[in-house]
């Protein structure tokens, strides 16, 4: 299944290679632009679909991801599982809960991101739950690029687990070659540093 899952990201360019500045602040040579694949209707649902299968077990009550990137993933993750979707938005810097979303007493939330490269956001939203008196029941995501290591307080499943290396830019070896840098994504400030490289 993993193979069949990167084939179709690779299919819709969504896994690039190049110089990129990250969301996160960290330098990588591979990025993965989950919204090229998710553009697609019938693949953000079968993705979706995959995803709620590895997480059923969880019994969710919800399934919330931080805007912008998770917001089409947690959405056709809640549509396979038959709950509620919510997404987190930033707000003074912070992810909060808006537009009018609230998590019940003892709910129980499934965290869902597009892609885990730090797991910041995904901690993030993880505590805006447990604020509210909801449980964390799970972690799910499309694409985890910590190769495994990134541990939360509970369970983690993802569609695709890869090792893409993430470095600081003071021990970058790309930025120690010289290699321009891009900076995709949708963070405040995002945008393509090189037009012959888009995200």
């Given at each position: 299944?993993?193979?069949?899952?990167l084939?179709?990201?690779?299919?819709?360019g969504?896994?690039?290679?190049?110089?990129?500045?990250?969301?996160?602040?960290l330098?990588s040579?591979?990025?993965?632009?989950?919204?090229?694949?998710?553009?697609?209707?019938?693949?953000?649902?079968?993705?979706?679909?995959a995803?709620?299968?590895?997480?059923?077990?969880l019994?969710?009550d919800?399934?919330?991801?931080?805007?912008?990137?998770?917001?089409?993933?947690?959405?056709e993750?809640?549509r396979a599982l038959?709950?509620?979707?919510?997404?987190?938005?930033?707000a003074?810097?912070?992810?909060?809960?808006?537009?009018?979303?609230?998590?019940?007493?003892?709910?129980?939330?499934?965290?869902?991101?597009?892609v885990?490269?730090?797991?910041?956001?995904t901690?993030?939203?993880?505590?805006?739950?447990?604020?509210?008196?909801?449980v964390?029941?799970?972690?799910?995501?499309?694409?985890?690029?910590?190769?495994?290591?990134?541990?939360?307080?509970?369970?983690?499943?993802?569609?695709?687990?890869?090792?893409?290396?993430?470095?600081?830019?003071g021990?970058?070896?790309?930025?120690?070659?010289?290699?321009p840098t891009?900076?995709?994504?949708?963070?405040?400030?995002?945008g393509?540093?090189?037009?012959?490289?888009?995200?």
């Amino acid at each position: 299944m993993t193979t069949d899952w990167l084939a179709r990201f690779r299919r819709y360019g969504a896994v690039q290679e190049g110089h990129f500045l990250l969301s996160s602040g960290l330098h990588s040579g591979v990025y993965v632009q989950a919204a090229l694949i998710l553009q697609h209707p019938d693949e953000a649902e079968a993705l979706g679909c995959a995803l709620a299968d590895l997480v059923r077990p969880l019994h969710p009550d919800l399934a919330i991801g931080p805007a912008l990137g998770a917001v089409i993933v947690a959405h056709e993750v809640a549509r396979a599982l038959r709950v509620r979707a919510l997404f987190a938005e930033r707000a003074d810097g912070r992810l909060a809960l808006r537009r009018g979303f609230a998590v019940a007493p003892g709910e129980r939330a499934l965290i869902v991101e597009d892609v885990i490269t730090t797991g910041g956001s995904t901690a993030e939203v993880a505590a805006l739950v447990r604020e509210a008196g909801g449980v964390v029941a799970g972690v799910a995501a499309l694409v985890d690029r910590t190769g495994g290591r990134r541990a939360f307080d509970a369970p983690l499943q993802a569609l695709l687990t890869l090792d893409l290396p993430a470095f600081p830019a003071g021990a970058c070896p790309l930025c120690r070659a010289g290699v321009p840098t891009t900076k995709p994504g949708s963070r405040p400030g995002a945008g393509v540093g090189n037009p012959n490289n888009p995200p």
